[in-house]
Nanobody
């Protein structure tokens, strides 16, 4: 059974930090491109960040300098360290995976987690 399981969401004040984790199972996710997307109420799902298995990364402009994506291939886990959080970061955050060597920012990913809620209060 293929599964991506996110954790680490919660409620935080503006300026605070959270660290999201996503553990994959059922596929060799250590070689996949892994990514984070978010979706705010009434909005489309948007790209946040992605990482290749060798560590190359890309970020949405809105999170550059504040968020860091990383991965531990031995644990099939990808992380999203979120600092200097803003109320507009409030959304459900989804982990995604795709079997490619190209960093992909469109939502054309094969596997998705259930999401974890991040709420930033002002």
């Amino acid at each position: 059974q293929v599964q991506l399981l996110e954790s680490g969401g919660g409620l935080v004040q503006a300026g605070g930090s959270l660290r999201l984790s996503c553990v994959g199972s059922g596929r060799p996710f250590s070689t996949y491109v892994m990514a984070w997307f978010h979706q705010a109420p009434g909005k489309e799902r948007e790209f946040v960040a992605a990482v290749r298995w060798i560590g190359n990364t890309i970020y949405a402009d809105s999170v550059k300098g504040r968020f860091t994506i990383s991965r531990d291939n031995a644990k099939n886990t990808v992380y999203l360290q979120m600092n200097s959080l803003k109320p507009e970061d409030t959304a459900i955050y989804y982990c995604a995976a795709v079997n490619t060597i190209v960093l992909v920012s469109s939502p054309l990913y094969d596997y998705w987690g259930q999401g974890t809620q991040v709420t930033v209060s002002s």
